[in-house]
């Protein structure tokens, strides 16, 4: 009797360079793929807006693709220890096989089902599919993580290079009868009421056809103004692959051998550095989306919320155009430029004195890229509480950010054209402000010394 194998698809909504769909290939069984929407498991963060309408295309993409090749996609919901485990024991499974996560509370998931399934004589493996090195693999000369970027990098540069990407397979072997499915539009991850997904929907094209579509178009057409324009929000110069690689539809491994085969690709590739650096640094501090990793700064004195200055962040009505304009691409298209998004971060964190992590929240919730180690990574590298981060007192000023990085003011009068104009708030007062409130972190970080 044939034991099928078992891919659980997680982060990785790919066919092209999935290691764990190719050793289910190899293992010559028929093939049963299955994904969890686990909104139940400790410690799991739920998925914002955008993330789920972007979720929601990307499995239905992926759905038709395994499809075509011959197997079904089964969606399945709830805690995935109690899914993976019914669905092996429904269809017979005999070896599962995954990609590794890296946060803190999937690992923790993924242990858990992994000592049950064994104990249940099943095979289970697991592979490296979505960072070009395995975070345990690259330690400073005492044996410790790295906390600055240039000598992370440097290290992973020293490291032999990525492994080559696996085809993508031609056709699969399924196991007619298999589990059933959820209907994807019972889960509902697409907005109704309201509907606010147009902006979304006119922007993005998600699954790995497009995926691959857009990394070939942007080597062929981009990069050769990367290094020079990828600061200006209006160049067009980025990849604009981050949801691609936050939802695995290209593997880093795939970007990595195709960039590095086209001329002037190590800025850019220095940025997918950033991405391992972030994704690393989560590794070693799971709680990086609610804790300083400098811890000096939990003695910051966030002043009593303004009732009014968050919102008027989120909604793009600060009367800063370079603030209000990322703000309004963020909430219309769910992405926002890389300078802007610094901008717009500092702006919150610094002049408005409201907590980073609100910030956070907020990107989680309207990115398509919204990324567990990206996101508050960067957050606190801007909020001066990360690694590596920017040093407090170097407050970004958004006006002087718009001369030199949308100098002509395309950006701005895309997406703030019709925005107020009279500021919430005075730059140089709060500018102030923040720097006496980072006195405070100064002073006490001296009396622990
Ligand atoms: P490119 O310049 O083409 O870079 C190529 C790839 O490198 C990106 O797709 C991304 O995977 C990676 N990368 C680039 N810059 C960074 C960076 N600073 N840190 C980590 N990886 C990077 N990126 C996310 O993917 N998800 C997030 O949730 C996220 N939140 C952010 C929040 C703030 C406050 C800031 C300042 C940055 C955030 N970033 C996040 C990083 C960065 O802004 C985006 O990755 C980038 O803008 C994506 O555009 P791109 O793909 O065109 O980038």
């Known amino acids: 009797m044939a034991s099928p194998?078992?891919?659980w698809f997680r982060d990785d909504l790919r066919v092209a360079d999935n290691p764990?769909?190719?050793?289910?290939?190899?293992?010559?069984?028929?093939?049963?793929?299955?994904?969890?929407?686990?909104?139940?498991?400790?410690?799991?963060?739920?998925?914002?807006?955008?993330?789920?309408?972007?979720?929601?295309?990307?499995?239905?993409?992926?759905?038709?693709?395994?499809?075509?090749l011959g197997a079904t996609l089964v969606l399945r919901r709830g805690a995935a220890e109690q899914v993976v485990r019914q669905v092996?024991?429904?269809?017979?499974?005999?070896?599962?096989?995954?990609?590794?996560?890296?946060?803190?509370?999937e690992r923790d998931v993924d242990t858990a089902i992994k000592t049950a399934l064994r104990e249940d004589d099943r095979e289970v493996v697991s592979f490296a599919g979505s960072l070009l090195h395995e975070p345990w693999t690259v330690t400073t000369g005492a044996g410790t993580?790295?906390?600055?970027?240039?000598?992370?990098?440097?290290?992973?540069?020293?490291?032999?290079?990525?492994?080559?990407?696996?085809?993508?397979p031609r056709t699969l072997h399924g196991l007619p009868g298999g589990p059933t499915s959820d209907d994807l539009d019972a889960w509902g991850l697409l907005p109704t009421r309201?509907?606010?997904?147009?902006?979304?929907?006119?922007?993005?094209?998600?699954?790995?056809?497009?995926?691959?579509?857009?990394?070939?178009?942007?080597?062929?057409?981009?990069?050769?103004?990367?290094?020079?324009?990828?600061?200006?929000?209006?160049?067009?110069?980025?990849?604009?692959?981050?949801?691609?690689?936050?939802?695995?539809?290209?593997?880093?491994?795939?970007?990595?051998?195709?960039?590095?085969?086209v001329d002037g690709a190590s800025g850019f590739l220095s940025e997918v550095g950033w991405r391992e650096f972030a994704w690393h640094t989560a590794f070693h501090f799971p709680d990086l989306a609610t804790r300083n990793?400098?811890?000096?700064?939990?003695?910051?004195?966030?002043?009593?919320?303004?009732?009014?200055?968050?919102?008027?962040?989120?909604?793009?009505?600060?009367?800063?155009?370079?603030?209000?304009?990322?703000?309004?691409?963020l909430w219309r298209t769910g992405f926002m430029h890389?300078?802007?998004?610094?901008v717009t971060a500092s702006f919150l964190v610094k002049n408005l004195l409201i907590d980073w992590?609100?910030?956070?929240?907020?990107?989680?919730?309207?990115?398509v890229d919204a990324d567990g180690a990206n996101n508050p990574f960067n957050w606190q590298w801007v909020a001066g509480s990360g690694a590596d981060a920017a040093p407090y007192f170097r407050v970004f000023n958004p006006e002087l950010q718009a001369k030199k990085f949308d100098a002509q003011g395309l950006y701005v009068s895309e997406w703030a054209a019709d925005a107020p104009t009279e500021p919430i708030v005075d730059l140089g007062e709060t500018r102030k402000a923040a720097l006496a409130a980072y006195d405070v972190v100064k002073r006490s970080s001296r009396t622990e010394a």
């Not at 092996?88 to 509370?105: K, P």
């Not at 600060?318 to 691409?329: K, N, S």
């Open 194 to 261: 309201p509907d606010w997904a147009e902006g979304l929907r006119e922007t993005w094209v998600p699954g790995e056809a497009a995926a691959r579509e857009r990394l070939h178009e942007f080597l062929h057409d981009d990069l050769p103004k990367y290094d020079r324009a990828r600061d200006e929000p209006s160049a067009g110069a980025t990849s604009l692959l981050s949801p691609r690689l936050r939802w695995g539809e290209l593997s880093p491994f795939t970007v990595w051998h195709e960039a590095v085969a």
């Open 338 to 342: 890389n300078r802007v998004r610094m």
């Open 357 to 367: 992590r609100r910030g956070e929240e907020w990107f989680w919730d309207t990115l």
């Open 145 to 168: 993580h790295f906390s600055v970027f240039t000598p992370f990098w440097r290290a992973c540069r020293a490291l032999p290079a990525p492994r080559a990407p696996l085809p993508a």
């Open 5 to 7: 194998s078992l891919v």
């Open 88 to 105: 092996v024991s429904e269809c017979g499974a005999g070896a599962i096989f995954w990609n590794r996560r890296y946060g803190g509370a």
């Open 293 to 329: 990793l400098r811890r000096e700064f939990d003695a910051f004195p966030w002043p009593r919320l303004h009732p009014t200055h968050l919102e008027a962040w989120q909604r793009g009505e600060t009367g800063i155009p370079l603030v209000d304009a990322g703000m309004r691409e």
């Open 20 to 68: 764990a769909l190719r050793a289910a290939i190899d293992r010559d069984e028929p093939i049963v793929a299955l994904f969890v929407l686990d909104e139940e498991s400790s410690g799991i963060r739920p998925l914002g807006g955008a993330a789920r309408w972007w979720l929601h295309h990307s499995l239905a993409s992926l759905a038709e693709k395994l499809d075509a």
